[in-house]
T-cell receptor, first 111, second 109 residues
Framework: EPEVTQTPSHQVTQMGQEVILRCVPI?????FYWYRQILGQKVEFLVS????????KSEIFDDQFSVERPDGSNFTLKIRSTKLEDSAMYFC?????????FGDGTRLSIL | DAKTTQPTSMDCAEGRAANLPCNHS???????VYWYRQIHSQGPQYIIH???NNETNEMASLIITEDRKSSTLILPHATLRDTAVYYC??????????FGAGTRLTVKP
């Protein structure tokens, strides 16, 4: 069964540095999403992306964050000037209509 | 401002049916009820969704009350691998999933 893949599984970054989290959605999917989950807390929606533009974003997704689909297969989340509180699991998801299919996440640790 | 209310935790005996309730009394007419689960810290896994009719798939059944103000997810024969956090989400479309705290289901041998 096709699945969403995310790399790396664990990313360690110094505070203030930029980080790019990568996702390969399921190949025929058209909608792409990022979520985050701080340890012990709920899964939080960040952004959805369709037709090469952001379709919805949450209040968390501020100017520090950006998303891009640089080619036909990857979907990336860039976090600029990382802060300690950006430490979390970041999940990518994709869908063709319904439902959303999630990857197993990237654990981001900010030191 | 959660749109759904779920019990914090539930236990179920292995092999028995697990019935997970969800209240969504403010649901709008165009909002679907979605169920996902999360095992350990893996990505959420889709289980089932419905609008107003009851739904069944290979994983579970979804029973939605006639007034749509509540629903129940049924795992017919729970196994140890069904131990997870189960999320009930209401949304008008697939574009914006807002997860709550969910129900932590523990299946016991």
């Amino acid at each position: 069964e096709p699945e969403v893949t995310q790399t790396p599984s664990h990313q360690v970054t110094q505070m203030g540095q930029e980080v790019i989290l990568r996702c390969v959605p399921i190949s025929n999917h058209l909608y792409f999403y990022w979520y985050r989950q701080i340890l012990g807390q709920k899964v939080e929606f960040l952004v959805s992306f369709y037709n090469n533009e952001i379709s919805e974003k949450s209040e968390i997704f501020d100017d520090q964050f950006s998303v891009e689909r640089p080619d036909g297969s990857n979907f990336t989340l860039k976090i600029r000037s990382t802060k300690l509180e950006d430490s979390a699991m970041y999940f990518c998801a994709s869908s063709v209509d319904q439902p959303q299919h999630f990857g197993d996440g990237t654990r981001l640790s900010i030191l | 401002d959660a749109k759904t209310t779920q019990p914090t935790s539930m236990d179920c005996a292995e092999g028995r049916a697990a019935n997970l309730p969800c209240n969504h009394s403010t649901i709008s007419g165009n909002e679907y009820v979605y169920w996902y689960r999360q095992i350990h810290s893996q990505g959420p896994q889709y289980i089932i969704h419905g609008l107003k009719n009851n739904e069944t798939n290979e994983m579970a059944s979804l029973i939605i009350t006639e007034d749509r103000k509540s629903s129940t997810l049924i795992l017919p024969h729970a196994t140890l691998r069904d131990t997870a956090v189960y999320y009930c989400i209401v949304s008008p479309n697939n574009n914006d999933m807002r997860f709550g705290a969910g129900t932590r289901l523990t299946v016991k041998p």
